[in-house]
């Protein structure tokens, strides 16, 4: 399996006519009318070249479906925005408060939804992704901010805006360092709830490093080699090396579909990959 190009995940969340991919989808002020009509499968897609990434919002989508329950005071504090000062860190953070994002969203937590959508809109800003999540796109969000489907929706949006950003202004490598943010929160956003012994979460958590590979790949093309993207592809391909070393995993390295339901890692060997994922995560929310 190590030898292999690795599965990446994407979701179809389906709310009527809403297609939400990786790219995003659009949204609109009568999208309340999809409330109650989501329904979600997970495509497992094979990449032949080049790397594609799920967002922040399938990430968190993928941990509640499997039981993920809301565990207020993990998610990094907003306070922090002030630590973020490189164009790395305020990449990794904008990609980690996204992550916090759709955790709340999935939450019904109110309070928090609205103090991340804020911070994650200063970011973008600082970061110059203006457009992104303008003002009237907040508003709506704070607007409907009971509404589950309609936040996915605003969501989605930015998502997709961010992706023509970044394309239009030939900049879509950077997408990797905010994916990477966004992933490691709910990698450890998940880790944390898997003391609960939720056996669907732990096969998520299995589930989601397949993605290892293809963050490898977008590190390694990024065209600035500064020290901080030399650090994280050190700390990706630790990850690797513990997701490699899965007892179960080394029997079946040539098997090319997974049954994730039935892969079986020990406590000591959850215990190791959480606490590198804490780790790299205390890193990036510290703005080191």
Not at 185 to 193: A, H, P, V
């Amino acid at each position: 399996m190590r030898n292999r190009l690795l599965t990446t995940i994407t979701i179809i969340l389906s709310c009527g006519a809403l297609l939400f991919q990786s790219c995003g989808g659009s949204g609109n002020e009568n999208d309340n009318q999809n409330q109650g009509n989501t329904d979600t499968s997970v495509v497992l897609v094979q990449e032949q070249a080049g790397f594609v990434l799920p967002s922040p919002l399938q990430i968190s989508y993928i941990f509640k479906k499997a039981g993920l329950k809301f565990m207020p005071g993990i998610t990094n504090p907003v306070e922090n925005v002030s630590k973020y000062n490189t164009d790395i860190s305020k990449s990794l953070s904008f990609g980690v408060y996204s992550a916090d994002l759709s955790y709340c969203v999935f939450s019904g937590e109110t309070q928090h939804k609205l103090d991340y959508i804020k911070v994650v809109k200063q970011l973008a800003d600082e970061l110059g992704m203006l457009n992104v999540m303008d003002q009237s796109l907040v508003d709506s969000f704070e607007k409907n901010v009971g509404k589950e489907d309609s936040l996915v929706d605003y969501l989605a949006t930015s998502q997709e805006r961010m992706d023509q950003y970044l394309k239009e202004n030939a900049i879509e490598y950077k997408e990797v360092i905010f994916f990477l943010g966004a992933w490691i929160e709910g990698m450890y956003l998940g880790s944390r709830d898997v003391n609960s012994n939720k056996s669907d979460v732990i096969s998520r958590l299995v589930e989601q490093m397949t993605i290892l590979d293809n963050i490898l790949i977008g590190l390694k093309q990024y065209p600035s080699k500064e020290s901080e993207i030399a650090a994280l592809v050190t700390d990706v391909e630790a990850l690797k090396k513990i997701f490699s070393n899965f007892d179960a995993l080394k029997s079946i390295e040539d098997v090319d579909d997974i049954d994730f339901e039935q892969i079986v890692i020990s406590i000591e060997e959850l215990g190791t990959l959480s606490g590198k994922i804490e780790e790299v995560r205390t890193k990036i929310i510290a703005g080191k």
